[in-house]
């Protein structure tokens, strides 16, 4: 019933710029938290950030300056901009919404994941 789409990954230079979206859609009543994880091979998912329904943010140490995460609650959809990557930005970059549907508690939901990957 509840969806999330991503979309905008891809190949970049190191130092390019890159931006992934992610829009929830379906009988959904509220969205609260949402957020960017990442997975390189062999590696853990992570958080890369996040932002609260009132638009708080944080951010893992590796991306604080470079990326920024915003939502437009109109849209249910939540933007990761990415700025002067590098290569260890390389990942599969996946989205996470804590949202309430019609006839469901609130849950966790995931994107199915977008690949970005920086290289020359």
């Known amino acids: 019933q509840v969806q999330l789409v991503e979309s905008g990954g891809g190949l970049v230079q190191p130092g390019g710029s890159l931006r992934v979206s992610c829009a929830a859609s379906?009988?959904?009543?509220?969205?609260?938290?949402m957020g960017w994880y990442r997975q390189a091979p062999g590696k853990q998912r992570d958080l890369v950030a996040g932002?609260?329904?009132?638009?708080?943010?944080n951010y893992a140490d590796s991306v604080k300056g470079r990326f920024t995460i915003s939502r437009d609650n109109a849209k249910n959809t939540v933007y990761l901009q990415m700025n002067s990557l590098k290569p260890e930005d390389t990942a599969v970059y996946y989205c996470?919404?804590?949202?309430?549907?019609?006839?469901?508690?609130?849950?966790?939901?995931w994107g199915q994941g977008t690949q970005v990957t920086v290289s020359s």
């Open positions: 996470n919404a804590g949202i309430k549907a019609a006839g469901s508690p609130a849950s966790d939901y």
């Open positions: 379906g009988s959904i009543f509220s969205v609260y938290f």
């Open positions: 932002i609260t329904s009132s638009g708080t943010t």
